[in-house]
């Protein structure tokens, strides 16, 4: 895969920055190098579905085939109660966004006489990075019945994130209600919450956050010192019940979400724009430049149902 240095250098032209006076849109090819260059600033979002569709609503089609669907064979009989294959659908909605970012023209001046270097590249790569940081915290956390009283309201109002949709539509474990039996082998009950049928689509991870991960590796610490536990310690092993872990930074402490990793999906439109201006009263008087980037996005699970989630979570 391309770096991000290279698909700034050579995928995403000076002309993807747009002024008032100029083209406002990219080309499609435009609009995936950018987004694959975001994406890339996160290992998590690395490995996540990216999918752009010409529509702002819709469904994302899927087949399926699925059961006892063998027949016994005998000649010139023709097989009965035959299956046929389904056709589900995830449907999307996505919600325009948009990131603005400014930077001063001394910034500029400097990084183009002194270090030699293209401030349009950095400010290019840095808009990527902050996008994709921003793309991975609302595409978990994003809530749309967030309460006005939170100080992140503005953030987490645009549209319902990952971790609300496991709640709703995956299959969600209450931890406060189980037994303490269940709750001694909560990593057991999540893997088994998910159908065994729906457990073929990928390879399976336990995705959580670091203190999570690490508040687990304390307990067992505290119960075995055997050598397999002081190597998951050091780091040389990072898995649960021989399932690789994923830890998300931008996850709540004491959650647990159990699915494959491509099964994560963020939708976006070819609708993107990033604009800049160095015209008006705020850019001459502050001598700034001001960028923003114009876009859309809605998470989904392509399937629901291979998603097991826990929240509150105490080892």
Do not use: C
């Not at 209450?174 to 909560?186: L, R, S």
């Not at 994923?246 to 070819?270: C, D, K, R, W």
């Amino acid at each position: 895969m391309r770096t991000n240095g290279q698909i700034a250098n050579i995928t995403i032209q000076k002309s993807t920055i747009v002024t008032s006076m100029d083209n406002t849109a990219l080309n499609y090819e435009q609009v995936d190098a950018f987004t694959e260059m975001a994406y890339e600033s996160t290992d998590f979002l690395k490995g996540i579905r990216h999918i752009n569709r010409l529509s702002s609503k819709g469904t994302i089609d899927k087949i399926g085939v699925t059961g006892r669907n063998l027949r016994s064979k005998k000649e010139n009989v023709m097989a009965t109660n035959t299956a046929a294959p389904t056709f589900p659908q995830v449907p999307y909605a996505v919600e325009p966004v948009v990131l603005p970012f400014e930077i001063t023209e001394e910034f500029i001046r400097q990084t183009q006489r002194v270090r030699g270097q293209n401030a349009e590249d950095i400010i290019m790569r840095s808009m990527s990075n902050n996008f994709g940081e921003n793309m991975q915290d609302i595409g978990f956390n994003g809530d749309t019945a967030a309460l006005s009283t939170d100080p992140d309201y503005e953030f987490l109002k645009i549209n319902d994130g990952w971790l609300k949709l496991a709640r709703k539509t995956g299959n969600f474990l209450d931890f406060k209600t189980m037994t303490e039996k269940q709750k001694k082998g909560i990593l057991f009950e999540v893997e088994r919450a998910i159908m065994t049928r729906f457990r073929s689509g990928g390879v399976f991870k336990y995705f959580m956050h670091p203190n999570t991960f690490s508040k687990r590796l304390q307990k067992l610490a505290e119960m075995d010192t055997s050598a397999s536990i002081q190597l998951q310690i050091a780091g040389g092993v990072k898995k649960i019940n021989a399932y690789d872990v994923e830890e998300v930074p931008h996850m709540p402490e004491g959650a647990i979400l159990f699915t494959y990793q491509s099964n994560f999906a963020m939708v976006h439109t070819y609708d993107m724009q990033i604009r800049k201006t160095t015209e008006g009263k705020e850019a001459i008087y502050a001598d700034k430049r001001f960028y923003a980037i114009h876009t859309d996005f809605d998470s989904i699970f392509e399937e629901p149902q291979a998603v097991a989630y826990v929240e509150g979570v105490e080892f």
